[in-house]
């Protein structure tokens, strides 16, 4: 039996999962990838550059952001996920809240739902439930629209453990069986400075509730407020807190520069293996 924590153990490969926003607002690649063609050529990119999820986003979920209809996420999305379908045997994820979009991205070929909800919308539960896929759960203090006004927690780690725990259970009981079960603390998502670092040194405690660990940090504002940079400007500080996720209990980190990050992974894997064996 290892006595390693898992801040020392070789561990299993950490995943990179490539930001694609089909959007026309979202916080640093608004508007880029509007057009499906243009959006396949940047997923296309991220795959070869060794990402292995591909997260297709139709809604920006950045503070302050409104909603779209239906029907209009779907026409974002789903012509994206089925021109990837046929080109890139990775997983394809959908970054959505909404039943509809989910069933119409996973017939398209999307094999994993990543819910910013955590399957909490009206049938988000049964729906994904009955899809057969893998599903990311995290955790959101408030809405999009309201969520960084004033985020208050008594004890951020423990009550996000405690919530992404029940979630979790709740899906098991919902038949999701475990095994396709991820959870995330939702950095930027209700938390201000203090939270997202709290959460960082709280990984672990995460990891240990059994599930992996999916980390999105990539360009956020705390990396802005921490080296006072640009959202297009932060891609030192999105490695490093990669890097630092990685060596902390983090099995998929979220990220839009994704050459880069899979180089730093490549090279803490090496140092870990040699570590291990
Ligand atoms: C959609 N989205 C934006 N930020 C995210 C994060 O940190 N984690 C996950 N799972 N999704 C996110």
Do not use: W
């Amino acid at each position: 039996m290892t006595t390693l924590s898992p801040s020392v153990d070789s561990g299993p490969r950490v995943r990179v999962m490539g930001v694609l926003n089909v959007t026309p607002d979202s916080f640093s690649d608004g508007g880029l990838y509007l057009d499906p063609r243009t959006a396949l050529d940047r997923a296309l990119q991220m795959a070869a550059e060794g990402a292995d999820i591909i997260d297709v986003g139709g809604e920006s979920t950045r503070p302050g952001a409104g909603g779209i209809t239906v029907a209009e996420e779907i026409e974002r999305v789903v012509p994206v996920i089925g021109m990837l379908r046929a080109r890139f045997d990775g997983v394809i994820s959908v970054d959505t809240s909404k039943p509809a979009v989910m069933r119409a991205a996973v017939a398209a070929g999307a094999r994993m739902i990543n819910d910013v909800c955590a399957l909490q919308r009206e049938d988000a539960l049964p729906v994904a439930a009955g899809l057969g896929v893998d599903v990311c759960l995290m955790h959101m203090q408030g809405e999009p629209r309201s969520m960084q006004l004033a985020p208050r927690y008594d004890d951020v780690v423990t009550e996000v453990c405690g919530f992404l725990q029940a979630r979790a259970a709740a899906c098991v009981a919902a038949g999701l069986p475990a095994a396709r079960l991820s959870v995330d603390p939702g950095f930027g998502f209700g938390k201000d400075l203090a939270h997202n670092l709290a959460l960082l040194r709280g990984l672990p405690r995460l990891a240990a509730l059994g599930y992996p660990v999916v980390v999105g940090v990539s360009r956020k504002s705390m990396i802005g407020t921490l080296t006072g940079r640009a959202a297009g400007d932060r891609l030192h500080g999105s490695v490093a807190l990669a890097v630092y996720a990685a060596l902390h209990g983090a099995l998929i980190v979220r990220v839009h520069d994704v050459a880069a990050t899979v180089d730093a992974l490549r090279v803490i894997a090496a140092i870990r293996r040699e570590q291990g064996g």
